[in-house]
T-cell receptor, first 111, second 114 residues
Framework: DGGITQSPKYLFRKEGQNVTLSCEQN?????MYWYRQDPGQGLRLIYY???????QKGDIAEGYSVSREKKESFPLTVTSAQKNPTAFYLC??????????FGPGTRLTVL | AQKITQTQPGMFVQEKEAVTLDCTYD???????LFWYKQPSSGEMIFLIY??????QNATEGRYSLNFQKARKSANLVISASQLGDSAMYFC???????????FGTGTRLTVIP
C-alpha cells in the first residue's frame, strides 16, 4: 500500500540525548516536511525538503536537524539543543504546491 | 506574511445537522491553495478538501463543501449531515504558490452530539 510511515509511534528520551524520528514514503513525492504540534495548537514547520540532498529551515528549526539522502526518506533528529522537545511530530510529503499527505505521527516525551 | 485564522476553538453540532467551520486567511500571493484537514484523537492528519484560488466553483467532496469567498478571504468548511465520527479537530491551511509549505490555523474542535 502507498503511504507514509513514521516510527516509532511513541518515543521517550532522557534530557541531553539526541533522538532520531523516522519518516518514509512510497508515494514518489518530491517534497517532504516535518511539523511539530503542541497541545491545543496548530502545526508549525520545522524543516522541509523539495529534492534529494537539499533541505530548508522552517519556522522553528533550532535544535533540530534533518537529512535527505534518498527520495523516500526524511529523518528528523531532535538534538539536546532543543529546549522543549516534548511534542507530537508529523511528517508529510506531497507534490510541490499541492496537498500534503501526513504520516501517523510520533509522540516524543522527554523524561 | 501568511496567516490563517480560525476563530472558533470549539463547536458543537447535533447529529445529522449541518455545521460551518470558519477560516479566514491573509496573503499577498495572488495564487494559492486552500486546504482542510481533519485530525481525530489518533493524531493523523486526514486531507478533506482543496480549493484553488482561481477555481470558479466551490469545491465539494461528499459531505464536505468549501464556501470560498475570495474577496472576503474566507474559506469556510461546511459539513452536512454530521455523524458521530466527525468529532475531531479541524485545521484550515493555505499553500501560497510563492511559498514552499503549508500554513496552518490553530484549529477548531468539533463535537457531534447524538
Amino acid at each position: 500500500d502507498g503511504g507514509i510511515t513514521q516510527s516509532p509511534k511513541y518515543l521517550f528520551r532522557k534530557e541531553g540525548q539526541n533522538v532520531t524520528l523516522s519518516c518514509e514514503q512510497n508515494l514518489n513525492h518530491d517534497a517532504m516536511y516535518w511539523y511539530r504540534q503542541d497541545p491545543g495548537q496548530g502545526l508549525r514547520l520545522i524543516y522541509y525538503s523539495q529534492i534529494v540532498n537539499d533541505f530548508q529551515k522552517g519556522d522553528i528549526a533550532e535544535g533540530y536537524s534533518v537529512s535527505r539522502e534518498k527520495k523516500e526518506s526524511f529523518p528528523l533528529t531532535v538534538t539536546s539543543a532543543q529546549k522543549n522537545p516534548t511534542a507530537f511530530y508529523l511528517c508529510a510529503s506531497g507534490p510541490m504546491g499541492n496537498e500534503q499527505f501526513f504520516g501517523p505521527g510520533t509522540r516524543l516525551t522527554v523524561l | 506574511a501568511q496567516k490563517i485564522t480560525q476563530t472558533q476553538p470549539g463547536m458543537f453540532v447535533q447529529e445529522k445537522e449541518a455545521v460551518t467551520l470558519d477560516c479566514t486567511y491573509d496573503t499577498s500571493d495572488p495564487s494559492y491553495g486552500l486546504f482542510w484537514y481533519k485530525q481525530p484523537s489518533s493524531g493523523e492528519m486526514i486531507f478533506l478538501i482543496y480549493q484553488g484560488s482561481y477555481d470558479q466553483q466551490n469545491a465539494t467532496e461528499g459531505r464536505y463543501s468549501l464556501n470560498f469567498q475570495k474577496a472576503r478571504k474566507s474559506a469556510n468548511l461546511v459539513i452536512s449531515a454530521s455523524q458521530l465520527g466527525d468529532s475531531a479537530m479541524y485545521f484550515c491551511a493555505m499553500f501560497p504558490t510563492g511559498a514552499n509549505n503549508l500554513f496552518f490555523g490553530t484549529g477548531t474542535r468539533l463535537t457531534v452530539i447524538p
